[in-house]
């Protein structure tokens, strides 16, 4: 998987300024024989359905957000009744898909043993687990470092106890750029750096 902007700017910087398939693919082979580019390898079909089941559990739990959202303004009886009932189905069938997806990754033994660290972890269940060993939500190591699905920042937030800025005292945080955020207000400040 190649950043796009990144294969335009080496497309660019070749001197490549047509976009057509030919081109494109003549720069794509060009970048990653100059980079040493290795491709992601096939995803099994286990962890495609991992992934199909994970997303049927996303929707049904922002379903169960919003008739939550829903049920706390709703004032007529037959509304409310009908609301409590659509949300224990959507219960049932979250407990339904959960159970499903705790099978299909204890029967596939390397990612049974990867959620089992990821479970060790203080403050990372089953489900969190889970879903951070989604094939489509995986972190990606390349040449410029690790990148997050952007829809999924609870992943960036897996920092070891060590770092300093996981502590609490502002005077323990690493010295940030002109523009860091200030520990105090929560907004941008020049003399945060300094």
């Known amino acids: 998987m190649v950043n796009p902007l990144q294969a335009r700017r080496f497309a660019q910087s070749c001197g490549t300024r047509a976009r057509t398939d030919a081109v494109d693919a003549r720069g794509l082979a060009?970048?990653?024989?100059?980079?040493?580019?290795?491709?992601?390898?096939?995803?099994?079909?286990?962890?495609?359905?991992?992934?199909?089941?994970?997303?049927a559990r996303t929707g049904l739990v922002k379903e169960r957000?919003?008739?939550?959202?829903?049920?706390?303004?709703?004032t007529i009886p037959v509304l409310k009744r009908?609301?409590?009932?659509?949300?224990?189905?959507?219960?049932?069938?979250?407990?339904?898909?959960?159970?499903?997806?705790?099978?299909?990754?204890?029967?596939?033994?390397?990612?049974a043993r990867k959620r089992d660290i990821l479970c060790s972890i203080p403050g990372l269940g089953?489900?969190?687990?889970?879903?951070?060993?989604?094939?489509a939500l995986r972190l990606r190591s390349g040449?410029?470092?690790?990148?997050?699905?952007?829809?999924?920042?609870?992943?960036?937030?897996?920092?070891?106890?060590?770092?300093?800025?996981?502590?609490?005292?502002?005077?323990?945080?690493?010295?940030?750029s002109p523009t860091a955020v200030s520990p105090a207000s929560g907004k941008a400040s020049r003399s945060a750096g300094k």
């Not at 060009?30 to 079909?45: K, N, T, W």
């Not at 070891?160 to 609490?168: G, L, Q, V, Y």
Request: proline share 10%.
């Open 30 to 55: 060009r970048m990653g024989a100059a980079l040493a580019l290795e491709p992601d390898p096939p995803i099994s079909e286990k962890l495609h359905d991992l992934r199909d089941l994970q997303v």
């Open 65 to 74: 957000t919003r008739l939550r959202n829903r049920g706390q303004v709703q």
């Open 82 to 111: 009908q609301t409590k009932a659509r949300l224990a189905l959507l219960e049932r069938q979250i407990a339904e898909l959960d159970k499903e997806i705790a099978k299909h990754i204890a029967d596939d033994q390397p990612t």
């Open 126 to 135: 089953p489900i969190a687990s889970a879903l951070i060993l989604t094939p």
């Open 143 to 176: 040449r410029s470092g690790l990148t997050a699905c952007h829809r999924h920042p609870v992943r960036a937030a897996l920092t070891p106890k060590s770092a300093p800025w996981t502590e609490r005292r502002p005077e323990a945080w690493p010295a940030l």
